[in-house]
């Protein structure tokens, strides 16, 4: 592997850290958003998810985003494996989640948010599940 290629991934799987952590903690806070009873509770959540998103997770999944496309750019032949294929499923289906995290935000900001703390529970646990499923294909690279 190039040394070039290796700065690449490191700083790939720094920001797909930084993108986990903020998008997990996002939906968790919204939970903690929904079940606040005092607005001055839900303001301080609303200002916490507003710097979660905009100074970490979005950030963090463009970076990771600029340098996966950089690391295929520099090893297309990646594209020929399976694995990757599923990988970059997943991915896109994480950018998803996080963009529907977004919106759950601008929501709960306006008081329009219609999910019960049940359903963001449950919606907090896929971006785990999609993180389990990319780790496993990148580092076991099943097919």
């Not at 799987?13 to 997990?24: F, H, K, P, Q, R």
């Not at 839900?42 to 950089?70: C, H, N, Q």
Request: aromatic residues 14%; positive net charge; glycine residues 4%.
């Amino acid at each position: 592997m190039n040394s070039l290629y290796r700065w690449f991934l490191a700083f790939h799987l720094i920001s797909v850290i930084a993108w986990m952590a903020g998008v997990l903690y996002l939906w968790r806070l919204f939970v903690y958003h929904v079940e606040a009873k005092e607005q001055v509770v839900k303001d301080t959540l609303a200002m916490m998810e507003f710097k979660l998103s905009r100074y970490i997770t979005m950030p963090a999944l463009i970076v990771a985003f600029i340098l996966g496309v950089a690391m295929i750019a520099y090893n297309p032949n990646l594209l020929h494996y399976h694995w990757m294929h599923g990988k970059l499923f997943l991915a896109f289906l994480m950018v998803g989640i996080t963009h529907m995290a977004e919106a759950v935000r601008k929501k709960l900001l306006k008081g329009e948010c219609r999910y019960s703390s049940k359903t963001l529970r449950i919606l907090n646990e896929v971006p785990t599940i999609l993180m389990v499923g990319i780790v496993l294909l990148v580092i076991l690279q099943p097919f």
